[in-house]
């Protein structure tokens, strides 16, 4: 078999067919690493040009994840961060502190979601042609969208999520069709994507040690990875 270019090799391991080896697929942490395959030191000025020049150099397919100054942040919902390093935030705070602001919050969150509408959607296609040049060969998704279950419970944290199922599911419900209606409107709305890839990431956050976080009955019933087209 001759050899595959790295989006033959990946366009065809997602075809279920046989490429001419496995793709390889990492997300790269580790700056020794990183420095080691681009020959030159990682700061966080030049983390744009040399994680892609490195990660050519080895991957197949790969998503844009960039280091970050550490420091705390409030994001425009009243959602507080932490980043303790280059490449981990975590949340710490949320904007609600029981039940029933909780549900006002949701409540919030479908109007918002349910009047959002695509915008420049000009402006992220040339910034996604951009890392395309950046990251050469290496195949990067023409567009990254989190499955509607997990766009939920992990900005609201998943106890509290488990909480307001309980106390809430027709509004968890109602919730969780915003969210998706939002998303396919984002995706259908990028029309040129094929510029910069043939691929597409459609996640969910879902798996624990041994079993999945929430049931096969809960996931079907939510039509969870049913409902993309």
């Given at each position: 078999m001759a050899e595959m270019t790295k989006e033959e090799r990946v366009v065809c391991a997602l075809?279920?067919?046989?490429?001419?080896?496995?793709?390889?697929?990492?997300?790269?942490?580790?700056?020794?690493?990183?420095?080691?395959?681009?020959?030159e030191k990682l700061t966080l000025e030049n983390a744009h040009d040399v994680i892609p020049r490195a990660l050519n150099r080895v991957l197949d397919t790969t998503r844009v994840w960039m280091p970050h100054a550490p420091g705390r942040r409030v994001d425009d919902r009243g959602f507080a961060h932490e980043r303790g390093d280059w490449w981990n935030e975590w949340q710490v705070s949320t904007p609600f502190h029981n039940m029933v602001e909780l549900i006002a919050f949701v409540k919030d969150e479908i109007e918002r979601l349910e009047a959002w509408q695509p915008t420049d959607t000009d402006a992220e296609?040339?910034?996604?042609?951009i890392w395309k040049e950046r990251f050469?060969?290496?195949?990067?998704?023409?567009?990254?969208?989190?499955?509607?279950?997990?766009?939920?419970?992990?900005?609201?944290?998943?106890?509290?999520?488990?909480y307001l199922e309980s106390e809430a599911p027709d509004l968890v419900d109602r919730w969780l069709k915003a969210l998706h209606a939002r998303t396919m409107r984002r995706l259908q709305a990028?029309?040129?994507?094929?510029?910069?890839s043939p691929i597409a990431w459609v996640f969910d956050d879902m798996a624990y040690k041994g079993r999945l976080m929430f049931s096969p009955r809960y996931l079907r019933a939510h039509r969870v990875f049913q409902n993309i087209a």
């Open positions: 075809s279920r067919e046989e490429p001419d080896r496995v793709p390889l697929y990492d997300l790269v942490d580790n700056s020794e690493i990183i420095q080691h395959y681009a020959g296609l040339k910034d996604a042609l050469g060969e290496v195949v990067i998704p023409a567009s990254t969208a989190g499955e509607a279950l997990s766009d939920a419970y992990i900005l609201v944290g998943l106890d509290q999520f488990v990028q029309t040129r994507c094929r510029e910069v």
